[in-house]
């Protein structure tokens, strides 16, 4: 009877939509493992990264902010009345930065040497060194952070103690951590001022790339306690039913505030470049696009929820803003790369470069929730009250 | 207390421009590349396109041969541009009459002084060899392509079909040959003396020799004597050089500049973010502390002055007890004196009367 009830329960349409996704992602991942990335790609020698770079890579981790964000409002600002939402950014901050190198995987052409960088030949010179090194030591410190809720779960009690010493350490140097490789993901790009969009490429990149992923961070937070709510409202106590209010309005404001920095740090931008002429050609349209409908818009709409408590306003502004880091993210690896060359040239990318994109989100997402499910994240241990 | 407070502001602002603009500071000792490197120029208006250095560049280093032969001058209908099995070709950009029947350019790896590839690559795949060659190394190779990305050019390239040992493809001016005392492939290869291999300084006298010499035949410009820092491959032409596909927007701006400023601002992060948020963890702490503190004596305080209000209470309630103890007593001695008294006074009435 019980059995019965258990295997009723596994086929939920979000367990055959996820399996399905899987499933068609493994002889895709076999081909390019196989076949070379020539096989399952549309890269080529004028458009080397496609949207394992652009989405995966450089999305993803902006999206994955939450962590560092809440961590250090929490445990180094000292705003107690948040820290019911550590534990889920920090998951999810965790499961993003273990899914950027995961796609990583794919893409690069020979994964296995991915440590050389570090233990053969250090290229000191270069943005991705410190990215790479960056990231490396940041998902060392995500998963130390994220330990305590896996060491309850498994009630090993003495070493949890350690790592919860730790707690103050880890979240520095995980603010340390996140500055340096958030804002040189966008250093990334300042080598090529010759192939992206003027209006786009700025000395300033590396500021426009940490900043903008602080407000994706909060976001991202807002964004994912309000699905949290709707999926996992059983798995939640009263406590962190309690907390998602303050989330929303307190981080809420703070976003609000973040954008319009955010706002004021790309204008100036737009006057160091001096390329105000360009902002009536369709690129500069597009470029308006992005800067007042996905920054001005939604900062106006936090700012708007937040002065009318008004929860649903925040929670749309939230989905919005992380929509328009989507955007600037890809129109700064994608859209407006490679600007000036005919479309014949430029790179859209193969069907089978989204499947597998989907297929490490979809992965992601079911760690999560098996992660959720099993795990004291939005609820606290009965054996530790003290914690909150 | 505010006045060390500024200059310690003061001094984290220079320090900080100090760092941010390293250029600067390092402008004595910057790297203008290798003396005496060799290099090629290469004389647009020579050139006929008839390919003899791709075909020798494929033999010198073991390329796949291509669908066409290399004889086949349909070829140039199209624009080709370098690709994983060709380290150089030759386009034509215009038509133009006989003998040359068009204007051709020949493209391959333009061996930058400061090569943007090398700047870019976090396993060091690339050298810039003291003889002017830019040269890759297969082994250490982990297949990210921010080569690709980082090229102004467009040169390096990428085997995306190999699936084990993947690796990037681009011209090395053929370095080996040149160890030995000979000349690159394509150059030895060259009908036309379109080719002239050579020590870079001496290529650009060369190049500013012929200019003279013919001042209305070529454009008044170096193609790669500065552009992104300097090439140890460099151009002339007849034509506008955009109009042999190269971009003139490059700037003279060689590419580790692009980046050294911001990878100047790592250690001032490392430096800087854990006192100021550490400082910030160990004020509010404190706050707490004395939150909690100030709590704990008012909540003390409020005890100590409620308990002595209750002794005072109780004390007064006391005396007040004695007070009206002390009437009891007197009225019940006086009661009992005075019934003392009345009852004397009938025992001596009484008396009397007997």
């Known amino acids: 009877m019980s059995d019965q009830a258990v295997k009723k329960s596994l086929f939920t349409p979000f367990n055959i939509i996820a399996a399905l996704i899987i499933l068609g992602g493994i002889p895709i991942a076999i081909m390019r493992f196989t076949q070379g990335l020539g096989a399952v790609t549309n890269l080529d020698h004028t458009n080397p990264w496609g949207i394992w770079i652009g989405f995966d890579l450089l999305t993803g981790v902006a999206l994955a902010a939450g962590g560092y964000v809440t961590a250090a409002a929490v445990e180094l600002f000292g705003m107690k009345k948040f820290h019911a939402a550590v534990r889920p950014a920090i998951l999810t901050g965790f499961l993003g930065y273990s899914l950027v190198v995961f796609a990583l995987l794919f893409d690069v052409g020979r994964p296995w040497r991915l440590p050389y960088p570090f233990m053969v030949n250090q290229g000191v010179t270069s943005i991705m060194f410190e990215v790479g090194a960056c990231v490396g030591l940041y998902l060392t410190v995500l998963f130390l952070e994220f330990s305590p809720a896996a060491l309850e779960w498994l009630g090993l009690k003495k070493i949890r103690k350690v790592v919860v010493r730790l707690t103050i350490l880890l979240t520095v140097f995980g603010v340390v951590l996140s500055t340096l490789h958030q804002s040189s993901l966008g250093a990334m790009y300042l080598i090529v001022p010759s192939k992206l969009h003027p209006l786009w490429y700025s000395s300033y990149l ?66 160091l470049g001096n390329h105000w002429d360009l902002l009536f050609t369709g690129y500069g349209f597009w470029y308006q696009l992005e800067l007042i409908g996905f920054v001005a818009f939604p900062c106006f709409l936090y700012a708007l929820g937040v002065r009318d408590k008004n929860a649903k306003i925040i929670k749309f502004a939230a989905f919005w803003t992380v929509l328009g880091i989507v955007l600037n993210r890809l129109n700064i690896s994608f859209f407006c790369f490679n600007y000036h060359l005919p479309a014949s040239e430029r790179y859209t990318p193969h069907w089978m470069e989204i499947g597998i994109s989907l297929f490490v989100i979809t992965i992601g997402l079911v760690v999560y929730k098996f992660i959720v499910t099993k795990m004291p994240i939005l609820h606290q241990h009965p054996d530790y009250p003290e914690e909150h | 207390m505010s006045t060390s407070r500024r200059s310690f502001l003061k001094w984290v602002a220079g320090a900080g421009i100090a760092v941010a603009v390293p250029k600067s500071v390092q402008a004595h000792d910057h790297f203008e590349g290798y003396a005496d490197s060799y290099g090629v120029l290469h004389d647009a208006s020579l050139c006929i396109g008839c390919r003899s250095c791709e075909a020798a560049c494929h033999e010198v280093n073991d390329l796949p041969a291509p669908e066409k032969p290399f004889d086949d001058k349909s070829v140039l209908n199209t624009i080709r541009r370098t690709d994983d099995t060709n380290y150089t070709v030759v386009n034509k950009y215009k038509e133009g009459p006989p003998p040359k029947n068009g204007v051709f350019r020949k493209q391959q790896c333009n061996h930058c002084k400061e090569p943007a590839c090398a700047s870019a690559c976090f396993v060091g795949a690339f050298t810039k060899s003291p003889e002017g060659a830019v040269v890759y190394d297969e082994s250490v190779c982990v297949g990210c392509r ?41 150059v030895e290869a060259c009908p036309m003396e379109a080719l002239t291999f050579g020590k870079r300084e001496d290529l650009i006298t060369i190049a500013k020799e012929r200019m003279r010499k013919h001042p209305d035949r070529y454009i008044n410009h170096i193609y790669g004597e500065n552009e992104v820092g300097g090439t140890n491959w460099l151009y002339i032409s007849e034509e506008p050089f955009e109009e042999l596909g190269m971009r003139t927007d490059l700037g003279i701006t060689p590419a580790p500049e692009l980046t050294s400023g911001a990878l100047a601002m790592v250690p001032v992060i490392i430096g800087m973010w854990p006192v100021l948020l550490g400082g910030i963890y160990v004020i509010n702490r404190r706050k707490d502390i004395i939150a909690k503190k100030e709590k704990e004596d008012a909540v003390a305080e409020m005890k100590a002055v409620t308990t002595a209000e209750g002794e005072e209470k109780v004390k007064k309630a006391k005396e007040q007890a004695l007070k009206q103890q002390g009437f009891a007593v007197k009225r019940e001695v006086k009661k009992a004196l005075e019934e003392a008294a009345k009852a004397k006074d009938e025992n001596q009435n009484g008396e009397e009367a007997k």
């Open chain 2, 146 to 186: 921010y080569c690709l990305i980082a090229c102004p050019f467009n040169v390096p390239t990428y085997t995306y079909d190999d699936a084990l040992t993947p690796k990037v493809m681009k011209c090395t001016m053929c370095l080996p040959r040149v160890k030995e005392g000979k000349l690159p492939g394509c």
């Open chain 1, 206 to 271: 590396p500021v426009f790339f940490f900043v903008s992923s602080i407000a994706a961070g909060l976001s991202m937070v807002i964004f994912e306690s309000t699905m949290s709510h709707r999926n996992f409202h059983d798995k939640m106590d009263a406590h962190h039913i309690e907390a998602s209010r303050h989330v929303t309005f307190g981080f809420g404001r703070a976003a609000a505030l973040v954008l319009a920095g955010y706002f004021a740090v790309k204008v100036f931008g737009l006057a």
